[in-house]
């Protein structure tokens, strides 16, 4: 874990984090939708893992599998067969939820805000996880990387961006349109996306950077002590 130095030091008081490969471990998910399209899982993750590499997307692995793949139809098939799309108690990841609490007993205002369909605020709400507030894309009709999407979490936690500190593990979706919007960013290397997207540059702009979440309340807490308030 690594922290710059940054010579204007203002107190964060508002922590938002994604949920995606950040609080939820994809893996499961993944390999869910393997089984479902009769793909091994190990072909599908080295697919996923190549496409991602080249700039596409997980959509563009369900098009390779099966060419005129309907999301919506799929995830009705998968609901009427008993084995609907989506996460659960199994898929968080297990720093998630002491590093939630952990800041919330600091006073901060905690968020959960991530590009995902309407049915994950369900989902999100029955892990009952240590938050103030949840923004699901879909609800509020704006995904990352558009910087109203940023502007929202700002809104919720009634403080200004640069008293923000957005966690992610996409360098795309999260850090640099975070660090244009005005907030802070923390980077968090896991999932594809954190192992496979590299910029130095957009980094060395990050308040963290982070392998797990386990450290970052200590972290964040010691920043803080030596913050402008």
């Not at 919506?72 to 002491?98: Q, S």
């Amino acid at each position: 874990m690594t922290s710059p130095a940054h010579s204007s030091v203002r107190a964060v008081e508002a922590v938002f984090f994604d949920i995606g490969e950040t609080l939820v471990n994809e893996g499961g998910i993944y390999m869910r939708w393997a089984d479902w399209l009769g793909v091994p899982r190990h072909t599908f993750l080295t697919k996923l893992g190549a496409v991602l590499a080249t700039g596409g997307g997980h959509m563009d692995v369900f098009e390779y599998f099966r060419p005129g793949f309907d999301l919506v139809a799929e995830e009705r098939r998968r609901a009427e067969a008993g084995v609907p799309n989506g996460f659960g108690a199994d898929d968080l990841y297990p720093d998630a939820r002491p590093c939630l609490a952990a800041l919330r007993a600091q006073g901060l205002y905690v968020g959960i805000a991530g590009n995902q369909p309407v049915e994950a605020a369900e989902q999100i709400a029955a892990l009952d996880l240590d938050a103030d507030a949840i923004g699901i894309s879909d609800i509020w009709g704006v995904s990352k990387p558009d910087p109203e999407f940023f502007e929202r979490c700002a809104q919720l936690a009634d403080v200004l961006p640069d008293r923000v500190l957005y966690v992610g593990d996409r360098i795309d979706n999260d850090v640099r349109p975070t660090v244009a919007y005005g907030m802070r960013s923390a980077f968090l290397r896991r999932g594809p996306w954190g192992h496979i997207q590299e910029d130095a540059g957009a980094l060395a702009d990050c308040l963290f950077v982070l392998d797990e979440l386990t450290g970052l309340p200590d972290l964040l807490a010691a920043y803080n002590a030596r913050a402008v308030r």
